[in-house]
């Protein structure tokens, strides 16, 4: 084998785990609750992008920044006792110190409801992501969240 295609395809087989890391990361760090760490992720002047309202809504919901990001994330996830998200699949294109990627992801949220009984919120997403490689390794340049479907009814336990 060739050098030159062994490093070639060593680089990208790392790329692509540590892209799938990143989006784990993500997901995990959603999960914990902590919107600041989430926001490290992203580029400096990295958006989060969101058509929650499905791909009929007029125009989505852009953070740019960190800050901003970590603010949107803090007050979004404030209304939900819980949060795990399942992630799927993810398929990614890499050329050099870019890349872009789709990800899948089921997002369970358990929240009280009326008269406080408990209730889960499912979520499926499509994540449409732009990834960057700096010095601290890859990070989200862009993601763009869309959402296919949602269900809410009670949690039983």
């Known amino acids: 084998m060739d050098h030159t295609l062994r490093d070639d395809l060593g680089a990208t087989i790392v790329d692509r785990v540590a892209l799938r890391a990143l989006v784990d990361t993500y997901a995990r ?54 949060t795990t998200h399942v992630v799927g699949g993810h398929v990614v294109s890499i050329d050099g110190g870019v890349a872009t990627g789709d990800a899948v992801c089921l997002a369970h949220h358990v929240y009280a409801g009326a008269g406080g009984a408990r209730r889960l919120l499912v979520m499926a997403v499509r994540y449409a992501d732009r990834y960057e490689r700096g010095h601290g390794g890859w990070a989200f340049a862009r993601r763009e969240l869309r959402l296919d479907w949602r269900q809410d009814r009670p949690l039983e336990e």
């Not at 919107?35 to 992203?42: G, M, R, S, T």
């Not at 852009?62 to 979004?76: F, S």
């Open 29 to 82: 760090r959603v999960d914990g609750g902590d919107p600041d760490a989430v926001a490290e992720l992203f580029t400096a002047d990295g958006s989060l992008v969101s058509w929650l309202d499905g791909d009929d809504a007029p125009t989505p919901v852009e953070r740019r920044g960190r800050a901003r990001i970590a603010a949107a994330l803090r007050a979004g996830l404030a209304r939900y006792d819980r």
